[in-house]
């Protein structure tokens, strides 16, 4: 159980708190490609670490990710027309390009170079295996973006979906590798595995990783054997639910 201060500085991940701001170091998946399909279609809002943002695919299929409110009036940009490389503000028609760069301001004079002393708020984004990921810490600490192994399977192999949970990050992280819970939650979708529901109260240990950790879940089964579930966790917030098709899951002797 964490105490008020320990639960405050973790579910924290708005701008300037100690988690959020360790978060922003990592590549984040934001949306789905699907939901800026093609060029100049019109933006998504998306909300990501206590932030409101606007994704739009530009005329030359680059994806921008901006603060959402123009900086000129606070307009939302979520209602702004998608057009010639850029997200124009329906307000007073400031254009921005995918990077945060103002690019027209046409209520001002025509000789005007106010829009070259501006900067909106961007994040860069890359887009793999459907999923638009984005960076949203320091430039200069910008790190690859990781090598998941599905990032390489042909489209046809790969179905990315998104679910909205209503809960902070760490009570969802909390059930991926709450293994005690399969037995009773997840009964009914497990009526081969005889094992589960035979032992609700599994032994649980962790591994440290170079990614962050294994969490490992071991069950007896019977007098001889032990189940033994691994689940792993990779930082900041990810996870990798078992399976039993693959060798995260398997049957040990009780000496192994």
Known sequence: MLCPEENELLTRIGPGMAMGEMMRRYWLPALLSEEIPVPDCAPVRVRLLGEDLVAFRDSNGNIGLLGEHCAHRGTSLFFGRNEECGLRCVYHGW???????????????????????LRHTAYPCQE???????????????????????????????FPVKSLLECNYLQGVEGDFDSSHTSFLHNNNIPDSAHLKRDGAPMLDAEVTHYGMRAISIRKIGTDQIYVRTSPFIMPSFSMGADRRHDDMALHPEHA
């Not at 254009?95 to 002393?117: C, H, L, M, Q, W």
Request: net charge negative; aromatic share 12%.
């Open 128 to 158: 793999v295996a459907g999923v638009i990921f984005a960076y949203m810490g320091p430039r200069e600490k910008m790190p690859l973006i990781p090598s998941y192994e599905w990032f390489d399977l042909d489209a046809n192999q790969v």
């Open 95 to 117: 254009k921005y390009d995918v990077v945060g760069n103002v690019i027209e301001t046409p209520a001002e004079p025509a000789d005007s170079d106010f829009r070259r002393k």
